[in-house]
């Protein structure tokens, strides 16, 4: 771009503005250009376009300027620009802020609005030649640069600590060697969490942090998972969520923890059960084999040749249970009962 005193030059101040324009958006392109929300990454769009936009607008004004072009073609380049600027305005004023972004945002919406005003009246000048149009032009210009040096003060102070809430583990019972899935759910409506973390220790040893992945929802509002790795068996895990915004405010979820069982902790508890066990089946296997021995069943002698009852009397056949025993005198015939 030359800014001289040419006959149709550009004049300085108009040269100066659209510098101090470009400049102006690029600064808060970079202060906005996190993409950590939707409404800061359309934000980030709508610069872009307006960047793009104003650096069309400057050529065609420099060559018309330097006579390269004439007004009307000036003036049907820049009418080919206003439905761009149209549109930008649109998308502008359809966004939705997030809460406590609402100054910004009317700011924001101010600056477009003039880019796309600034625009018109330099179309106006093309056609009419009219220097009025191109002061009022000038005028707008210097208005939207004042109004895009002003959006970066308006960005909230974030002073208060991110939510966490909801924090499970999965298993709920790990076993030794198994990984331990942490999610949370965390909340920070002003400037967003720039990171959530899984704070971890081993047997009450030093920390370590590993971080978690946003899964579902957004930074403002949204669901984090994380793991911790497998320990050894016997260890003990102690674990916390912390969750960072982007005003540098830290929350930290309530400590919880679990156990790895260690099965030699077990081994003298299994070895008394399994005596206790064998112990109960031998003493249930003793008291079985005397029953099986010793009902109430004759023996024969062979000297008599004859079979006995308890009661003494001969018999051709068992004795019933009715039959009382009776010890003969001169009987050989005994029962294992009296063994």
Not at 39 to 60: G, K
Request: glycine fraction near 6%; charge should be neutral.
């Amino acid at each position: 771009m030359r800014c001289g005193k040419s006959e149709r030059r550009m004049p300085e101040n108009l040269c100066v503005i659209w510098i101090i324009l470009l400049v102006g958006c690029s600064q808060i392109t970079c202060v906005s250009a996190s993409p950590w929300t939707e409404y800061r990454n359309q934000v980030e769009s709508i610069f872009q376009t307006l960047d793009s936009l104003n650096n069309m607008l400057s050529t065609i004004h420099m060559n018309f300027a330097q006579k390269k072009i004439s007004s009307a073609e000036a003036a049907a380049q820049m009418n080919v620009l206003a439905p761009r600027f149209q549109e930008v305005k649109s998308k502008a004023e359809n966004l939705a802020p997030p809460p406590k972004w609402e100054r910004y945002h009317q700011s924001f919406l101010g600056m477009v609005r003039l880019n796309l005003e600034s625009s018109t009246e330099l179309r106006r000048y093309f056609e009419s030649g009219d220097e009025e149009r191109l002061k009022s032009s000038l005028s707008v210009i210097r208005t939207a640069v004042e109004q895009a040096q002003q959006l970066s003060t308006l960005i909230p102070q974030d002073e208060t600590q991110p939510t966490i809430s909801g924090v499970h583990r999965n298993p709920l019972n790990p076993v030794a060697q198994e990984s331990v899935e942490l999610t949370a759910n965390a909340t920070d409506l002003q400037t967003g969490l720039s990171r959530v973390i899984a704070n971890y220790t081993v047997n009450n040893g030093n920390w370590t942090a590993k971080n978690m992945q946003l899964t579902a929802g957004s930074d403002w509002n949204g669901t984090w998972t994380g793991s911790i790795p497998g320990q050894a068996p016997g260890s003990t895990v102690k674990y916390e969520v912390v969750a960072m915004d982007r005003g540098g405010n830290i929350a930290r979820s309530e400590l919880q923890g679990y156990s790895l069982w260690d099965p030699s902790d077990y081994i003298p508890i299994v070895l008394v059960a399994v005596i206790v066990v064998l112990f109960v089946v031998v003493r249930v296997r003793s008291k079985k084999g005397k029953k099986e021995t010793g009902t109430d069943s004759p023996v024969t002698v062979e000297s008599t040749g004859a079979l006995f009852c308890p009661s003494g009397k001969l018999r051709d056949q068992s004795c019933d249970s009715t039959d009382q025993y009776n010890e003969p005198s001169k009987t050989a015939t005994y029962y294992s009962d009296h063994y």
